[in-house]
């Protein structure tokens, strides 16, 4: 019998990491999260370092965090950004987190989204997203972003989607550049 089922789990050490309960006010104060999520995934061995989270735009409530799972469970779609939007989907109990009487979520990633974290970006529902090191940063390691583009930006832009990069872009990538010198595998490059 093939597989019935596909289990995404975060790894052990993250929902201790994470204080649940602080509002995080702005863009820095939630980036510095999501870049904290990345840097520990590599010091703890679980995974690249991409970190990302969910949160109500408003009130600063962290919904749901995502870090990069892709070898840990063996699932190339499990990207930090990938990891987050599933978890909250499933905290909300909906397939959108843009639903009628949901407050307003987004999504703060450590790094530009690749393309399929930006398709998935437009279908959860997020009205906003917060991206901190640039897709150049991430193939300097030979990650591959795929096919983004300047339209695709606005595209999700026409959508209602706000996009706003480079946030805390310096503390971002010293994270990719921990990875690169601990000599991290390259899963996808
Ligand atoms: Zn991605």
């Not at 602080?22 to 904290?36: I, K, N, Q, T, W």
């Not at 991430?138 to 996009?163: D, Q």
Request: hydrophobic share 40%.
């Amino acid at each position: 019998m093939p597989p019935t089922e596909v289990c995404v789990t975060y790894p052990d050490w993250l929902p201790e990491a994470v204080d649940w309960e602080r509002r995080y006010a702005g863009d820095d104060e939630r980036m510095r999260l999501a870049v904290a999520l990345s840097r520990e995934n590599v010091l703890r061995g679980t995974g690249g370092p991409f970190g990302a989270a969910v949160f109500e735009r408003a009130s600063g409530t962290l919904v749901a965090a995502g870090v990069n799972s892709v070898v840990r469970l063996g699932n190339c779609t499990l990207h930090g950004e990938m990891v987050a939007l599933m978890m909250a989907q499933r905290r909300v109990g909906s397939y959108t987190l843009g639903g009628p009487g949901m407050p307003e979520h987004e999504l703060v990633s450590s790094c530009d989204p690749c393309a399929m974290c930006l398709g998935a970006t437009l279908w959860s529902g997020v009205k906003r997203l917060v991206c901190g090191a640039h897709r150049d940063d991430a193939s300097r390691l030979s990650f591959e972003e795929g096919p983004v583009f300047p339209e695709s930006y606005e595209y999700l832009a026409a959508r209602g989607v706000e996009i706003v990069r480079g946030v805390l872009r310096a503390e971002a990538r010293e994270v990719l550049e921990l990875y690169r010198s601990g000599g991290g595998p390259i899963y996808n490059g």
